[in-house]
């Protein structure tokens, strides 16, 4: 496949199952300038693709576009094998089972020849370090995120002050082999990072409510913003 074809198709494949994805992001992630991502999409278009949007806005793929299944080059096939092994060993025991399942299914899609990178694949991630209550913790917080319910635990900081916390939760962060919670406290009245090495006696509690200015947007805007 041209380098031209490969980057038409990685522009549908991108834009597959994205709500909005604006030519800037698109030249970034391809390394191409936005000039050719435009025309690129224009010719897609003229091809039939069904791709929705203009320049300056945004594209996405129309809901109704019917795309040949998903293929993997051998890099991308490594990096999911890497990330899905990664994630077994360092996520939560849920989460470690959705991801041999989904290495699994990618697995048995592929041709024999692309199934040979995965079975040789020599990138390893050893679990047996990993705690399992750690685990039920991590799966305990990701349902929490999930399902948008209030978190209470106890809480002892760096330099050994203990706290009792209820938090919003609103994201997990994996820093290498360290995980936090990105949250809204209750008692701050504040977002606050909670390592969750440093929290006990964990528990999922009611739901809490979607209230502008403490949504995920929010904390990770000052997550973001610059210090001063």
């Known amino acids: 496949m041209s380098r031209r074809a490969d980057r038409l198709f990685r522009i549908a494949e991108l834009l597959r199952g994205r709500r909005l994805t604006t030519a800037q992001q698109l030249a970034e992630w391809l390394e191409v300038s936005p000039r050719t991502v435009y025309r690129d999409v224009r010719d897609l278009q003229l091809s039939g693709v069904p791709i929705e949007g203009e320049a300056g806005v945004g594209y996405r793929l129309a809901r109704a576009a019917n795309l040949p299944p998903l293929t993997f080059t051998a ?80 809480y002892c900081d760096r330099l050994g002050a203990h706290t009792e916390r209820r938090v919003w939760p609103l994201g997990l962060v994996y820093w290498g082999a360290r995980w936090t919670v990105g949250a809204w406290c209750e008692l701050r009245e504040d977002f606050r990072n909670f390592d969750i090495a440093r929290m006990t006696g964990v528990e999922v509690l009611e739901p809490f409510p979607d209230m502008s200015g403490r949504r995920l947007a929010d904390y990770l805007r000052r997550v973001n913003a610059p210090s001063r």
Request: hydrophobic share 55%.
């Open 75 to 154: 890099d991308e096939l490594t990096a999911l094998a890497v990330g899905a092994r990664m994630a077994e060993s360092w996520g939560g025991a849920a989460l470690a089972g959705d991801a041999r399942c989904a290495l699994a299914k990618i697995a048995a899609a592929m041709p024999a020849d692309k199934r040979v990178i995965l079975d040789r694949l020599a990138v390893f991630a050893p679990s047996y370090h990993v705690d399992r209550a750690f685990s039920e913790k991590v799966d305990a917080l990701h349902r929490a995120v999930d399902t948008r319910l209030v978190v209470r635990f106890a």
